[in-house]
Each structure stands twice: as C-alpha cells, then as structure tokens.
C-alpha cells in the first residue's frame, strides 16, 4: 500500500516538473516570438525581422554601399563575389578592404540561396525584382527587406532616403539615417546657395558625358536633369530635352555637335571609350570645349549602381571649375575626402584619383 502511495506521488511529482518545463518553454518560445517587428519594405511587403540584428548580407547593385552609409558593415557576414575584385572602384569598398575577406555569397545580381543561408544571416536586404525577394525568403527562411535607389534628383526622398530609414529602423540606426540625410540636403543647399545668384549670361554650356549605365558608354551617354548641374544652378545643355525625373540617355552624335558645350566633364570610368569616340568621329574636335582643351575629369558616376558620395564630391570640383570665384573657398580633393568621411568612414579620394585619375583637365584633342 506505500509503494502505492509513493508510486501515485512520484507520478504526481513528474507531472508537475513536466508542466512547470513545458511553460517555461512555451514561454520562451512567446518571448523569441515577441523579439521581432513588422516593416514595410520600399516593395510595400511586409516583412516580420528580428528586434536585434547580428548577422546580415546584402543582394544587388548597390545594397552593400547603403549599409556601409549606415555604418553597419560589422554586421555583414558575406559579400558578392563582384566585392573580391580589385578593379571594383566604389569608395564604399576601398573604405571597407575587410569585405574581401568575407565568404562569398553568389554571384553579383541576385547571390546564391544556399551559400546564402550557409552565412546564417538575420536579414538579407535587396536591391533588385521582386519576385526575387519572394523566392530568396522561401528558399533560405530568412527575412528579405526590399531597398530602392534613386538618384540624387528630385525623387531622392521618395527612394533613397526612404532606404536609408528603412534600414536605420531594421538595424537600430535611425539616428544615423537622419544625420546622413540632413548632411545631405546640407551640402545641395550649400551648393545652390554659392550659384543661385550668377547670371544665366554668365553661365558658360556644359555637358556631362560618358556616364555608366548598365556597362561603359563613350561621350554621347549622360543623364539627364544631371544632378550636379541642378545643384549648380548649370547651363546644362540637355536640359532643354525637358526631363524632370533623373533619366539616362544616348545622346544623338549631331545633337551634341548642336549644342557645341563650352565645358565637358568626362566620366574618367569611361575614359578609354571617348578617346574611341574622337578617333572615329573627328567632327567632335569642331566642339568648343575640345577645341578649348576645357575637358574636365570627374570619378565615377556609378559602380555597381550609383555613388551618392562621390556624386556629391565630383559636384564641388565641378563648382571649382564652372565659378572659381563662388568657389574659392574649396580645395576638391579635402572637400572630398571629408565626404568620403562621413559617407564611408575613411578619406578614399586618393585611392579614387590614382585608379581613375581624378579631379585634373583631361587632354582629348591631339
């Protein structure tokens, strides 16, 4: 009849060690649940991301850059493969040579799901299709949060900076996104504010030429409005095409023989593909400013999509060269590197300048 007894009791006993360990774990499993947030990705998905992020990749042209921007590429557990190249030429990469050490993830453009998830990343941030993002989530099981980049035009606000946020509210870095942001708009007002006042007769032609856009492109690639000559308050020759929206264009060859700039700023990037230009077409020597010898190098308009430090940098030695006086008070290459600074952590200019040439004249006409 004891051993009965203990027997009902030791039974009772485990029973109640049982649920006692069985709450605990469900109680755990409520809190790991609870540790997480819904965000509204710039796909307009909603994506459930953990409160605490450690460990994160990031897919497509550009999305590492704008994380480095975020100053979180101590979170970045594997990079690209376009990311252990030498020649890849972005200030964010220069700034950040450790990227070269992380395991590579897949190939440029979209990576690869089960090297992906070989990282154990938190989050993966994208910039590309969607329907990718969807694809990526299932295969891996880790969140995707779906950035956008636009230029530095009139739609910053509605693409880029609304990137910056999203990924300042994923990774605890808000503060950060807002600091860079207003850093931002503070040097296009700076700049608008030495220009706002010359006179349009005053204003000498200009023409960029020779911009990247899903590869190389001689003197007739350009963008049009061209952001610099915006903050400039320009003469921009193309601007008479009438685009509100930062667009890429090839220009037709007699329409820039029309136009006959003054000055031409050349993506130093594409530098070998103009000279081409000029060897084919010799009708380009008849325009002004390679007739002048006023050709002016700029670095790199984009690399692996656009570069928002180095558009903002180019934008000063270009005020330098357009209106000297308004400008006096600049010397480019510091004004570039404290860019570099804010943007990517590190002055690069003088890596920029030695692959590509940097802010210099540029001999075109023999």
């Known amino acids: 009849m004891k051993n009965k007894k203990w027997s009902i009791l030791l039974l009772i006993f485990i ?9 605990c774990t469900k109680q755990t499993a409520n809190e790991t649940k609870e540790a997480t947030e ?5 796909n307009d998905r909603k994506v459930e991301v953990p409160q605490n992020v450690e460990r994160i990749v990031c897919i497509g042209p550009g999305a590492l850059r704008l994380i480095t921007y975020m100053n979180s590429t101590d979170l970045v557990v594997g990079v690209e493969e376009g990311e252990h190249k030498d020649d890849w030429g972005g200030a964010y990469n220069l700034a950040h040579p450790e990227f070269k050490d992380l395991p590579i993830i897949g190939p440029n453009h979209g990576g ?6 070989a990282q154990n990343p938190d989050v993966i941030f994208l910039y590309g299709d969607s329907n990718k993002a969807k694809n990526l989530q299932q295969k891996t099981g880790v969140p995707v949060v779906m950035l956008d980049y636009t230029d530095l035009g009139p739609n910053r606000n509605q693409g880029l900076y609304k990137s910056w946020r999203l990924i300042g509210k994923v990774l605890d870095k808000e503060a950060k996104a ?3 942001i207003a850093y931002t708009e503070e040097l296009i007002a700076d700049l608008k504010k030495r220009t706002e006042d010359i006179p349009k007769k005053e204003k ?14 001689g003197i007739i690639s350009t963008k049009v409005p061209f952001p610099p000559f915006t903050f400039l308050n320009a003469s921009y020759v193309a601007d008479e095409l009438g685009y509100e929206e930062v667009q890429s264009l090839m220009i037709n060859q007699e329409k820039i023989l029309d136009w006959d700039p003054e000055i031409i700023f050349i993506d130093e990037s594409n530098l070998n593909l103009v000279k081409q230009d000029l060897r084919k077409n010799q009708e380009y020597k008849s325009i002004t400013a390679i007739e002048k010898g006023n050709i002016y190098g700029f670095l790199p308009y984009a ?5 928002p430090a180095t558009i ?9 060269v357009l209106y000297p006086e308004e400008f006096s008070d600049i010397e480019p290459d510091k004004k570039a590197n404290t860019i570099f600074k804010k943007f990517v952590g590190k002055a690069v200019y003088e890596e920029l300048a030695q692959t590509y040439g940097g802010f210099k004249p540029i001999k075109l006409k023999n």
């Open 15 to 23: 029973f109640l060690v049982f649920s006692v360990i069985t709450g």
């Open 38 to 42: 819904v965000v509204t990705d710039l």
């Open 112 to 117: 690869d799901a089960e090297l992906i998830a």
């Open 178 to 180: 807002e600091e860079l």
């Open 204 to 217: 000498p032609k200009v023409y960029a030429g020779a911009i990247s856009y899903h590869g190389g492109h």
């Open 303 to 307: 690399s692996y999509h656009r570069n």
């Open 312 to 320: 903002l940098a180019n934008t000063y030695y270009m005020g330098k």
